[in-house]
Structures are given as C-alpha cells and as structure tokens.
C-alpha cells in the first residue's frame, strides 16, 4: 500500500518559498500575459451574498487567467508542484487543488486592500473551501514603494524578491498596504477543497 500523506514536518500557516518560482524572464512572461487579458475592477465581499467595487476596502485592477490558456500551462504546472509540497512539508490540509483561475494583480499609485480573510466566511460560494493563498511578486520589488502584503497583523511583511512566492491559510487576515510610489504587480492563487477537518 503507498502512502500518499505523511504529518507535515513542521505545522506552519504563513510559509515563503526558499527562493524564486519564476525567473525574471518568467515573470516578464506572466506580466504580458496578463496585460493580454482585459483588466476589471477588483469587488469586494460587501455582505451576505453580495459583492461589488468598494474603494474604501479596496483599489486594484484584476485579470483572470484561464485554465486553458497555453501560454499559462507551464505557469499552472509549476504552481501546483509547489503546491503540493509546501502542503505537505507545513499545512498537511486535506485534498489540496488549485480550485480558481490565477489572477494577475496590479496596485497602481495609491493602490491597497484592507484587511480581509481569504475564505468566504458566509459560506454561499463554497465548496471548494480556499485553505491556501498564494501571492507571486512578478515586478522586482524596487519597481514600487509600500505595497506591502501583512499577514495577522502590521508589520508582519514577509519580503519577497521578484518571482518568489508566500502562502498562507486562506483563514488568516491580511492586507495590502498602500502604494506610494510605481505599480506592484503579482499572480494571486487559492487551493483547496472539501471543508477544514
């Protein structure tokens, strides 16, 4: 019989990866990828089955990249390879998959987003229950000032270089601080599944 899950080998929520999942040259890639896809206004949640644009929660521009595009395919292979390591070296949740399209994300000038939880928290658009974030900084991080991603309280910024990856449970908080100055550019990602057990 094979095993396939063990207990992770240490419980963590908020996880970086050792060093970058994209070249430079990749993420140029991922960039013009996304500009390639009309941008929309990024929503918030503003209630009980309601979501809408909300400039006081939050102020970004978003592409969604679908399954199925081919310049994309070796972007989602490599994603889900991480994935399922850092699953199962830290998180060990139960049957983690990428369950949404990756979604380019630009902060303009001024650009953040409040502090908010990943999981939807009402429960109507779910399952599939978001039990990872993921967030890839494309643009090099001397490209933009503030923009920086805070997981569980201020302060708490891990520092990305460019193509390096943080995941997290999608249960905690976090935010976006504003930009002061240039755009910050990243690939946003959820993974998960049947509920929490």
């Given at each position: 019989?094979?095993?396939?899950?063990?207990?992770p080998?240490?419980k963590s929520?908020?996880?970086?990866?050792?060093?970058?999942?994209?070249s430079?040259?990749?993420?140029?890639?991922?960039?013009k990828?996304?500009h390639?896809?009309p941008?929309?206004?990024?929503?918030?949640?503003?209630?009980k089955?309601?979501?809408?644009?909300?400039?006081?929660?939050?102020?970004?521009?978003?592409?969604w990249i679908?399954?199925?595009?081919?310049?994309?395919?070796?972007?989602?292979h490599?994603?889900?390879t991480?994935?399922?390591k850092?699953?199962?070296?830290?998180?060990?949740?139960?049957?983690?998959?990428?369950?949404?399209?990756?979604?380019?994300?630009?902060?303009?000038?001024?650009?953040?987003?409040?502090?908010?939880?990943?999981?939807?928290?009402?429960?109507?658009?779910?399952?599939p229950?978001r039990?990872?974030?993921?967030?890839?900084?494309l643009?090099?991080?001397?490209?933009?000032?503030?923009?920086?991603?805070?997981?569980?309280?201020?302060?708490?910024?891990?520092?990305?270089?460019?193509?390096?990856?943080?995941?997290?449970?999608s249960f905690?908080?976090?935010?976006?601080t504003?930009?002061?100055k240039?755009?910050r550019?990243?690939?946003?990602?959820?993974?998960?599944?049947?509920?929490?057990?």
């Amino acid at each position: 019989m094979i095993t396939l899950y063990t207990e992770p080998k240490w419980k963590s929520y908020i996880v970086t990866s050792a060093g970058p999942l994209f070249s430079p040259e990749e993420c140029k890639r991922i960039i013009k990828i996304g500009h390639s896809i009309p941008p929309k206004v990024a929503e918030v949640g503003l209630g009980k089955k309601q979501s809408g644009v909300d400039t006081k929660k939050r102020t970004t521009t978003i592409s969604w990249i679908p399954f199925d595009m081919q310049e994309a395919g070796e972007v989602y292979h490599r994603i889900n390879t991480f994935i399922k390591k850092a699953n199962g070296n830290h998180f060990g949740f139960d049957e983690v998959h990428i369950t949404e399209n990756a979604q380019f994300t630009e902060y303009p000038l001024g650009g953040f987003y409040e502090w908010h939880m990943d999981s939807d928290v009402h429960m109507e658009k779910e399952p599939p229950v978001r039990k990872i974030s993921m967030t890839v900084l494309l643009n090099h991080p001397s490209e933009f000032e503030g923009g920086d991603l805070e997981i569980m309280g201020p302060g708490k910024s891990p520092k990305l270089t460019q193509g390096q990856a943080v995941v997290f449970a999608s249960f905690l908080n976090h935010r976006i601080t504003p930009i002061t100055k240039g755009i910050r550019q990243s690939l946003v990602m959820w993974f998960g599944g049947r509920p929490l057990r």
